[in-house]
């Protein structure tokens, strides 16, 4: 009998294997989609105006399909360092469970269908913005800023950004002063967010090359810089409740969460450990969830809230 253990690992090295149904949706980046359409679903929510539900899933739907194209654009050019880092040495196209080219043309089709559809469908400021984000996050973050700067998780930042303007977008068919206050919230949530994983994989960004804050100019100077953006974090998150986009439940619960976020990274300050890092790093997914979901509950209950 044939050893096809041999010709799978021929064509696992090769790159040659066609992935199944899930290698196509781990490209897709599946945890941060999610991120991605919960904020893009408040910021379409909590939207002055009216939308039609079926317009609203579709707006939704070209948001995660959006995201995940980037995300796979995002694993077809970084497939070098992928290999290297041992975080992301499992990804489909380091593995060889999905060709390289594949995982291209996959991530050009879904970028180039969303954005049109989004255009067709619900309005062209929405598919501008859509198309932006996409843009923005393949040259800008993954081609230039990730491997050139350690500022590359600030700037880049804006691409994750975009998501609660598009679905503004696709209600009001503009931008206004509440909508950037959305994409300013998770641009300064970003770099602590992102750094407190940085410091506790330091080693694997540095092994790849990738010149992460930690990596460049040390622990202490990352602490200091997330304390920065936290304490900037703080009133921003009260905003919408300045703003009236929200009532004061909401803007309780940012208050309180906001300082609970800089309490961690006080913490993180004064521990030497990665335990600190780690907590603020789960929590910071907390953090940005509560909010928006307090936008979205502000929303549906109205006046309650």
Not at 103 to 115: E, H, K, R
Not at 197 to 207: Q, S, V
Not at 250 to 261: D, E, I
Not at 273 to 302: C, P, Q, W
Request: with cysteine; aromatic share 12%; glycine share 10%.
């Amino acid at each position: 009998m044939a050893d096809t253990s041999i010709d799978y690992r021929e064509d696992v090295a090769s790159g040659s294997l066609a992935g199944d149904v899930r290698d196509y949706i781990a490209l897709l980046k599946p945890r941060v989609m999610s991120l991605v359409v919960f904020s893009g679903l408040a910021g379409l929510l909590v939207a002055p105006g009216e939308i039609h539900p079926l317009l609203a899933a579709v707006a939704v739907l070209c948001i995660a399909v959006g995201s995940g194209a980037a995300g796979a654009i995002n694993m077809w050019y970084d497939r070098d360092i992928d290999a290297v880092m041992s975080r992301t040495q499992d990804r489909p196209i380091p593995a060889g469970r999905v060709d390289a080219s594949e995982a291209l043309s996959f991530g050009i089709a879904l970028s180039a269908g969303s954005v049109m559809l989004m255009g067709v469908a619900v309005n062209w400021v929405a598919a501008a913005l859509l198309g932006g984000a996409i843009l923005f996050y393949v040259f800008i973050y993954t081609m230039w800023l990730k491997r050139s700067t350690p500022q590359n998780i600030v700037i880049g930042g804006a691409a994750g950004a975009f998501p609660p303007m598009i679905g503004w977008a696709a209600v009001t068919g503009d931008v206004s002063v509440a909508s950037v206050v959305l994409f300013a919230l998770i641009f300064f949530w970003t770099p602590p967010h992102f750094w407190a994983l940085a410091l506790y994989r330091c080693g694997d960004y540095a092994k790849a090359g990738v010149p992460m804050l930690p990596v460049v100019a040390g622990d202490r100077e990352t602490k200091k810089q997330m304390l920065i953006y936290t304490v900037l974090l703080l009133p921003l998150g009260l905003a919408p409740w300045y703003l009236g986009v929200a009532g004061w439940i909401y803007g309780l619960t940012a208050l309180a969460m906001g300082l609970v976020f800089l309490a961690a990274a006080i913490a993180v300050w004064f521990d030497d450990s990665d335990k600190s890092a780690k907590r603020m790093f789960g929590f910071s997914i907390f953090y940005l969830f509560v909010l928006f979901a307090m936008l979205i509950a502000d929303r549906v209950n109205g006046p309650w809230m």
